[in-house]
């Protein structure tokens, strides 16, 4: 969609007023930047009470989401990880007792080598997890900026104060 004048996109946001834009609205505000012809785009920054900061704050809201995230997986990754270490030392005790058949130390191992397949499909996924938090982040990050940069061309001053400050 795109937007010919302010009221579509405050209508879109559903919001009344661009003074009051809260935090995830701003990010959706941000996202649909490519959305806007760049004079629609500059009339609405031009009301933002301080550009800069609306940018730099939602940024580290991102940025606190994504750490959290990374961490609480990383809390979960770990008790993977003691579990399957509880497990491999389960299966070394048993390999140790006596009277063992070939064929039971065979099938210890194929267990041992199982849990050591799973806890690595394990460790790739939370891998695989942080890199795509990562990449959202960073994404978000240069797509604002980007998006800024590009539709407003920098005709907006990023913050309040004077000009020969910027």
Do not use: C
């Not at 390999?95 to 499909?121: N, P, V």
Request: hydrophobic share 40%; aromatic share 8%.
């Amino acid at each position: 969609m795109n937007f010919k004048n302010e009221e579509e996109i405050k209508q879109k946001m559903g919001i009344e007023s661009w003074r009051n834009l809260s935090r995830e609205k701003f990010l959706t505000f941000v996202s649909e930047l490519p959305n806007m012809s760049k004079e629609v785009a500059i009339k609405v920054v031009e009301q933002f009470p301080d550009f800069k900061s609306l940018v730099l704050d939602s940024l580290d809201h991102v940025h606190e989401q994504a750490t959290g995230a990374v961490a609480i997986n990383w809390k979960s990754q770990k008790k993977v990880h003691k579990a399957f270490a509880e497990y491999r030392g389960i299966l070394g005790r048993e390999l140790d007792r006596d009277g063992l058949t070939s064929e039971d130390r065979f099938r210890i191992l194929g267990m041992l080598r199982e849990a050591i397949e799973k806890e690595a499909l394990k460790d790739s996924e939370h891998k695989a997890f942080v890199y795509k938090v990562v990449t959202t982040v960073a994404g978000f990050a240069l797509a604002g900026a980007a998006a800024a940069a590009t539709i407003l061309g920098g005709n907006v001053r990023m913050g309040g104060g004077d000009p020969k400050d910027t």
